[in-house]
């Protein structure tokens, strides 16, 4: 009797377990995405945030802007005035070969012919923008799979006279969804322990 139980319960645990590994377990991964961590100083980095500067004319802050903050209060704000751009880079944790979902807000203050802003996950270019036209907030996503363990996401951007404004950066691991055959086995299991059961009790 106390052998049986044990199997079926065993049978049990082991559909459960499948059913976990199928179901949902996404979360972002970036750090201060909305950039209302901190509001560091001009030319300064957010927290989480690597900024390398553009070699001549560099011109970046976190704070509000002429669109204000996606998510207020602050916004990462790219106005480079020369030839090249600011970068606000940040490492992520991945897992090589998982497919990842990219999602960034971004506005343009401007519309002239010099300008450009591109994003990148690791080595896979995910936007890229040349003397746009001016836009507001705008939602912006990209899929790109993981080669390695650890992934750098870039943002790229110069502006002159205005800015590009980035808010809310949200990368995360492609969510599963319960198969069907899982969640099969999962209700035969706890089936056959209630037939089980009911019998015993009803042999007694």
Not at 168 to 174: F, H, I, L, Q, T
């Amino acid at each position: 009797m106390h052998k049986i139980g044990k199997i079926s319960i065993a049978a049990i645990l082991a559909a459960g377990s499948m059913f976990a590994l199928t179901g949902p377990a996404s979360a972002n991964l970036v750090t201060n995405g909305n950039f209302d961590a901190d509001s560091p100083p001009v030319q300064t980095a957010p927290a989480g945030w690597t900024l390398t500067p553009a070699p001549s004319g560099s011109d970046f802050f976190v704070g509000p802007n002429d669109f204000g903050g996606f998510s207020p209060p602050n916004a990462a704000n790219f106005g480079a005035t020369g030839a090249f751009d600011d970068t606000l880079s940040q490492v992520l944790s991945t897992v090589a070969g998982q497919t990842y979902t990219i999602s960034f807000e971004l506005a343009h203050d401007a519309t002239n012919a010099e300008n450009d802003f591109s994003a990148t996950f690791g080595a896979d270019q995910i936007l890229s923008l040349t003397n746009t036209p001016s836009f507001g907030f705008t939602l912006f996503t990209a899929t790109a799979v993981a080669s390695s363990g650890s992934t750098t996401l870039s943002f790229n951007g110069r502006e002159n006279p205005a800015w590009y404004e980035l808010d809310n950066v949200d990368v995360e691991g492609a969510t599963a969804v319960p198969e069907p055959s899982s969640l099969a086995i999962f209700g035969a299991a706890l089936f056959g322990l209630g037939m089980f059961s009911w019998r015993k009790r009803k042999a007694a």
